[in-house]
């Protein structure tokens, strides 16, 4: 039986004040736009791939397709060794251990989850319950990422961390509540600028508790924020905190771009208005989908008018027991208006503006 999470007394105060289902992020104002970030179909079979105990995927019944766009990193930039991983008895096998958390938690598993987060501000924001899968063959050929079977899909980037992609755009997608909850972050309903996310997700993000829960059957899974209170024995739950955060905008003004505008090995973020600018999303998150840590890191550098301070917070990692998590978020007041295609030649959607790119460090039990 597994024992309920551990939350201290600051977490159930935060989780009271906000009210026992009230307190779920307003769905997003984009309607029917949605997001499909799909890895391209033509990825190479070079992941660690998970043990696999559900297959074929069947989807679950779905609405009518909407527009959608899909995120499609170059198969090149994906990679991960077919090396086995060393033998480890459970007292000394890792927090994460590849698609395993804490022995609890699969996200290759194919068992519906949720994650909870507790924000330093006493917000707590429920995710809707998804799938977890991880990249397999198969799962390529059965398309389980598509939006409209309400999934998560994870890789092992080079480091060996897990990092779990999800959609947002519309209210039953896993990830939409906390993209709204990072473009809007204060009480008032509206967007932020740029400066203003960073800053909330400064003060009121990094060092935030995140529940992830999962279970074979989603009827058990908490419907509110206040339902963690009286879990059901059968929902495994393990504890994490937000370590590290980063906005990718759609453009981003960088130095050193070649001749035809594309960022080279030199090329650095700038904070000011004196350099090059170009589509962030396409050319620089896209492009490194396998060592997006070693990115972040090589691409920011430590710069006061870095209001993210984004070089600060990637600067120890990777280190163990890490899960990465990544999604797309619409724009923020007072970006630039984003191209219609992108020069991969896919669709950018308002729900597929930039990206959020996060890091949690799994607690000891």
Known sequence: MEKKPNLSRKDFLKIGLIGSGSLMVAGSALGKLILDNTPSEDVTDNFVLPEITKTPFQPEASSTPTPKCTETPESTEIEATNEPSPTSTPENRPLVDQFKIAEKIDLSSGDPMKWLIVTNDNKAVLTPSAKAYAYTVENEKNNVFDWQ?????????????????????????????????????????????????????????????????????????????????????????????????????????????????????????????????????????????????????????????????????????????????????????????????????????????????????????
């Open 149 to 365: 079977n309400l999934t998560t899909y994870t890789y092992l980037e080079e480091n060996g961390l897990p990092v779990v992609w999800g959609h947002s755009g519309i209210p039953s997608l896993f990830f939409d509540h906390w993209a709204n909850l990072l473009c809007k972050p204060g009480d008032n309903g509206y967007t932020a600028t740029r400066a203003e996310a960073q800053k909330a997700m400064l003060a009121n993000i990094i060092g935030a508790s995140v529940y992830l829960l999962q279970s074979p059957d989603a009827a058990i899974l908490p419907m509110s924020p206040d339902g963690i209170r009286n879990l059901d024995p059968n929902v495994k739950t393990i504890k994490a905190k937000v370590v590290a955060g980063v906005f990718i905008p759609r453009w981003q003004v960088m130095s050193n771009l070649d001749g035809a505008g594309m960022p080279t090995n030199k090329s650095r973020v700038v904070f000011d208005r004196n350099g090059l600018t170009v589509d962030f999303v396409t050319n620089g998150y896209n492009k490194h989908t396998n060592d997006v840590i070693g990115w972040i890191k090589k691409v920011y550098p430590d710069d006061p008018k870095d209001h993210g301070q984004t070089s600060k917070l990637f600067s120890s990692l990777p280190r163990p027991n890490l899960v990465l998590a990544k999604f797309c978020l619409r724009r923020l007041a007072g970006d630039a208006p984003a191209p219609d295609i992108d020069a991969d030649g896919n669709a950018v959607i308002p729900a597929s503006y930039g990206r959020f790119i996060m890091a949690l460090e799994v607690q000891k039990p």
